[in-house]
């Protein structure tokens, strides 16, 4: 394997473990940002949760549908490694199988994002109480966490499509 290989492969794992590490913080901001309505008890279930909005709910389901995903892509990765004598035709297919996969993946993550941020900026038009401001501003938080995840997925994205031809 020559040096630019391992340093593409190095690259493409950094990239994709940053690319996890975004994906788990910004669904850790939009799962636990709750607003109670003020005096209330905590006893009471939050007013206000991502549950309330369709795109705050798609935003969410993309970022698990990515953990779902690292098992193909792990179990075809190990798959690759362990069989190293396999025909030159099934490695290729197998490497655009992974990128036909991560470019989904990225496109997926990308809209759940740019819906996020746009039914924000939808609600930041018009005045609010600080409660809901706050709530948007960890949504906003959440949804750039996001849009950097997809960043990292379309740089890893071309690293891998370089090291196929």
Request: charged share 15%; glycine share 4%; with cysteine.
């Amino acid at each position: 394997m020559a040096f630019s290989e391992r340093a593409l492969a190095a690259a493409s794992l950094l990239l994709r473990v940053l690319t996890l590490f975004l994906l788990i913080a910004s669904l850790v901001i939009i799962v636990t940002n709750k607003k109670y309505e003020p005096f209330t008890d905590v006893v009471d279930p939050p007013n206000l949760t991502f549950r309330d909005f369709y795109a705050y709910r798609y935003v969410c389901s993309v970022g698990c549908y990515y953990w779902m995903c690292i098992y193909f892509v792990g179990a075809s990765i190990c798959r690759s490694t362990c069989c190293p004598r396999e025909e030159n035709w099934a490695r290729s297919w197998h490497i655009a199988l992974l990128i036909f996969t991560d470019v989904v993946l990225a496109v997926l993550i990308s809209t759940g994002a740019e819906a996020g941020l746009g039914l924000t900026v939808e609600f930041q038009r018009y005045p609010q109480d600080a409660d809901f401001k706050s709530f948007l501003n960890f949504v906003d938080i959440s949804c750039g966490l996001m849009l950097g995840a997809t960043i990292c997925m379309v740089i890893m994205l071309m690293a891998s499509v370089h090291s196929l031809t």
